[in-house]
């Protein structure tokens, strides 16, 4: 089973395994995407509507690899999705395989290459450099914005 991300109507992904999606995906697409939506649901696209337990375990785990500010709604459901529905998730987003990686989850990317590796983002603030596992607003230190780091 695939569960498709917005990802996979614009780039006219097929599979001849059963897919599914959720209501979001449909209100991010526009004119011929929003009809090849419409179309795979009229041919037997499931649409699946996550359960809040599932949206909770990804939101945290997203918390811990430092993507939560990268993942819309849609896509913290989407791998919602794929981890009630033991699928794989399709998706060209990186923060997404991110975390579905943490949660052990396949990924199937369309366009661009997947990740190679999972990535636990720290964040440092521009003003006095430091380091913070966790994403803020503001530097606690010196109240200085934080950007994201790589942690390599």
């Known amino acids: 089973m695939r569960v498709l991300d917005t990802s996979a109507f614009i780039h006219e992904y097929t599979t001849d395994d059963p897919v599914v999606s959720v209501p979001e995906v449909h209100d991010e697409l526009n ?5 090849r939506f419409d179309a795979m649901e009229g041919s037997g696209m ?8 599932a949206v909770t375990n990804v939101q945290r785990a997203a918390r811990g690899s430092g993507d939560a500010a990268e993942l819309s709604e849609t896509d913290v459901r989407l791998i919602a999705t794929a981890l009630e529905l033991d699928a794989t998730l399709v998706t060209d987003d990186y923060a997404m395989q991110n975390v579905a990686e943490r949660l052990d989850l396949g990924v199937e990317p369309i366009a661009r290459d997947g990740i190679t590796e999972e990535r636990e983002w720290r964040f440092q603030c521009v003003g006095c450099s430091r380091t913070f596992e966790e994403n803020r607003e503001r530097c606690p230190i010196c109240g200085s914005d934080l950007t994201r780091k790589n942690p390599a």
């Open 31 to 35: 004119g011929e995407t929003a009809l």
């Open 46 to 53: 499931t649409i699946h509507v996550p359960a809040p337990e």
